[in-house]
């Protein structure tokens, strides 16, 4: 129907006529017999007039209907009036992100790397510890000790880098019967990871190994 608003009862008449021709044959007696019944009773009138009513229906949001015969996404739902993740909040409803079920008005944080809730005044930023900055695939949120490092978080494998890359509490080193020097082949030395390694010429030999 074309969009027009109109406040001529007469005028939006021949407007709809004018578009119906447009898309299906019409026979003018029938049409000369249509206005015949308008003048006779409210009713008929109010029954061809139909079109005029969904000219100025409102938008129902939520009810994931077009209510509106005007609109040009008739009879599909408008694009605000969708809710394509199916967690009952539809975008004109103030779903934030309707391509997530976790994220609408209200949510609750999730550990998942979005900002659930969209009337938090920070949305669509995540919350400091729902983030991944090492991209280890551990958030803070889900236990990840150390956010900087990828090479810990929990149930990491322990590397000879001096720390507790496993997350659990800090490793007590294996005390060396000879205090290793501070550098070892160039490198500082972990003393977390020192261990004996074997005997040479009745010295035992220190090194760092991994674990």
Not at 61 to 84: H, I, K, T
Not at 92 to 98: E, L, S, V
Not at 178 to 188: E, T
Request: a negative charge; one cysteine or more.
């Amino acid at each position: 129907m074309p969009k027009k608003s109109l406040s001529d009862i007469g005028e939006c008449t021949r407007s709809y006529e004018k578009w119906l021709a447009s898309r299906i044959p019409l026979i003018q007696e029938d049409l000369r017999l249509k206005h015949a019944e308008m003048k006779k009773a409210l009713f008929p009138f109010m029954r061809a007039t139909f079109y005029r009513w969904a000219q100025v229906w409102p938008q129902v949001c939520g009810d994931l209907v077009n209510n509106d015969c005007n609109d040009p996404f008739w009879p599909a739902a408008s694009p605000g009036d969708v809710d394509a993740d199916q967690d009952n909040v539809a975008v004109c409803a103030g779903d934030c992100d309707d391509a997530r079920a976790t994220v609408y008005p209200g949510a609750p944080e999730n550990c998942d790397g979005f900002n659930n809730d969209c009337n938090d005044p920070g949305w669509p930023i995540p919350h400091p510890g729902d983030t991944d900055n090492d991209h280890d695939a551990w958030a803070l949120c889900a236990g990840d000790c150390d956010d900087a490092r990828a090479t810990v978080y929990p149930g990491a494998p322990e590397i000879c880098d001096g720390r507790s890359n496993d997350c659990t509490a800090p490793r007590t080193p294996v005390a060396p019967t000879k205090r290793p020097p501070r550098r070892w082949a160039g490198r500082a030395l972990d003393l977390d990871c020192w261990r004996p390694l074997k005997w040479i010429d009745g010295r035992r030999v220190f090194g760092c190994v991994s674990t």
